[in-house]
């Protein structure tokens, strides 16, 4: 699985950005896709995450009610889009897959095997 990351940019504080998270390789309905990020000096931490069958969504605590996931079949990318940006969402943010994720580790970055290249999101005060 390839994973090609997109749409990071500068932005004011209240503002909104739309990552993409472009999927190709050999994937199946089990498949979940999700973003992580990663601050300077910080862990990288789970944001947000999709399962392709049934469509179920997962979020970090930190993106409830500010940020959505969602999944476009036909061209096979997951998307994030981010409302309302503050300055601690700043940091690199990476889109992660795998073939068969359990509801106990969703959110745990060593259940993804594969990973794209990060995108950097600076939002401004």
């Known amino acids: 699985v390839q994973l090609q990351a997109s749409g990071g940019g500068l932005v004011q504080a209240g503002g909104s950005l739309r990552l993409s998270c472009a999927v190709s390789?050999?994937?199946?309905?089990?498949?979940?896709t999700g973003w992580f990020r990663q601050a300077p000096g910080k862990e990288r931490e789970f944001v947000a995450t999709?399962?392709?069958?049934?469509?179920?969504?997962y979020y970090a605590d930190s993106a409830k009610g500010r940020f959505t996931i969602s999944r476009n079949s036909a061209e096979n990318t997951v998307i994030l889009q981010m409302n309302n940006l503050r300055p601690e969402d700043t940091a690199v943010y990476y889109c992660?897959?795998?073939?068969?994720?359990?509801?106990?580790?969703?959110?745990?970055?060593?259940?993804?095997?594969?990973w794209g290249q990060g995108t950097q999101v600076t939002v401004s005060s």
């Open positions: 992660a897959a795998d073939n068969a994720i359990g509801l106990a580790t969703i959110g745990i970055r060593s259940a993804y095997k594969y």
């Open positions: 999709i399962r392709w069958s049934g469509g179920n969504t």
């Open positions: 390789g050999r994937t199946f309905s089990s498949t979940v």
